[in-house]
């Protein structure tokens, strides 16, 4: 099983659709979570961190399920702005391991 | 000017040739690390160096090696280079503060091997 993985996508929505893609990670023990988007042959951005107890940005939300092992990232009102590729990110053991990127989802928000 | 600066940022060579990708940052960051990209395989990891004097292989460290010169360098060669090593590669640095690592990559260097 991968560590961390994710629908690829494409998931192609009509701008100011509500998308939401999920995430899941294999080990138990992990520690912190991030949300990072990349853009078209550009380097991965951190868009937002997960907490515990669930966060928002603006029009983005992102939720931990421990209990699920499962992480998800909520957009509303979509723009054709937010056409990348989000990675899901998790640390097993902050200060001792490298963060595991996840491959990827790609969303296409067309006008 | 950009904190994580990756030399050169496009490079075609060929089969068996020598190459080095350099990296600088300016952020002050003990960590760095090299990932290639490749299209459906993700973000894998190269090396990474936690300090100056530490080097660890990552998941695909195989026909690669690095020189961590500084805390500011990070250098990847590829000994002798062959066309599956044809990817998009990039130098990310990183601090870890509260449990919290955030990673900033810079802006890749473009690699054809033919």
């Known amino acids: 099983r991968k560590e961390v993985e994710q629908d690829p996508g494409p998931f192609n929505v009509p701008e100011g659709a509500t998308v939401a893609f999920n995430c899941t990670y294999s080990?138990?023990?992990?520690?912190?979570f991030f949300w990072y988007r990349q853009d078209c042959r550009k380097e991965p951005k951190l868009l937002m961190s997960v907490y515990s107890s669930g966060n928002e940005d603006g029009r983005f939300t992102a939720q931990l399920n421990r209990a699920s092992q499962y992480i998800s990232l909520l957009i509303r009102d979509s723009k054709l702005s937010d056409s990348a590729t989000y990675l899901c990110v998790v640390n097993p053991d902050p200060g001792n391991t490298p963060l595991v990127f996840g491959k990827g989802t790609r969303l296409s928000v067309i006008a | 000017d950009a904190d994580v600066t990756q030399t050169p940022r496009n490079r075609i060579t060929k089969t068996g040739k020598r190459i080095m990708l350099e990296c600088s940052q300016t952020k002050g960051h003990d960590r760095m690390y090299w990932y290639r990209q490749d299209p459906g395989l993700g973000l894998r990891l190269i090396y990474y160096s936690f300090d100056v004097k530490d080097i660890n292989k990552g998941e695909i460290s195989d026909g690669y090696s690095v020189s961590r010169q500084a805390q500011a360098k990070f250098s990847l060669s590829l000994e002798s280079a062959i066309p599956n090593q044809t990817a998009l590669y990039f130098c990310?640095?990183?601090?870890?503060?509260?449990?919290?690592?955030?990673?900033?990559f810079g802006p890749g260097t473009r690699l054809l091997v033919l």
């Open positions: 990310a640095t990183s601090d870890v503060g509260d449990g919290q690592e955030t990673q900033y």
């Open positions: 080990n138990s023990a992990s520690q912190s």
